[in-house]
């Protein structure tokens, strides 16, 4: 599974509306939009360094009671064909999940993202 992190807010209440979640940041972007939020991860992040998965595992076990769910955020998510199979394995830990579109209106890569939506939290 090739889903590469760069960044993460441990506890977000802004990302999902109702809901307390970890943001989890990649790196890739199909767009160079002028104002772009993230500019330094999209243009540089070989100055990043990657967040092993099992830190961010470990850290949302531990945090299993009050975090709802995760949130994706870049960088583009659904840039990355393996994002299907990711959320697959934090929603089998009991989290949901949700991918937070930027601007663009790239293809859904699993038939399951759309853009600017939320993903229905037992959808799967
Ligand atoms: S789509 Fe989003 S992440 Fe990509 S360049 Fe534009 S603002 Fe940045």
Excluded at 40 to 48: C, H, K, R, S
């Amino acid at each position: 599974m090739n889903v590469t992190i760069k960044q993460m807010i441990e506890t977000s209440l802004i990302d999902w509306e109702g809901k307390i979640v970890s943001t989890l940041y990649v790196p890739s972007c199909n767009f160079r939009c002028p104002y772009c939020y993230n500019c330094d991860l999209i243009l540089y992040p070989e100055n990043f360094p990657n967040i092993a998965q099992s830190e961010i595992d470990s850290f949302l076990l531990e945090r299993k009671d009050f975090i709802d769910g995760i949130c994706m955020s870049g960088g583009e998510p659904t840039l990355y064909p393996d994002l299907p199979t990711y959320f697959k394995k934090i929603r089998d830990k009991g989290h949901q999940d949700n991918s937070k579109k930027g601007e663009t209106d790239n293809p859904d890569p699993g038939g399951r993202f759309r853009s600017g939506n939320q993903l229905p939290a037992q959808q799967g």
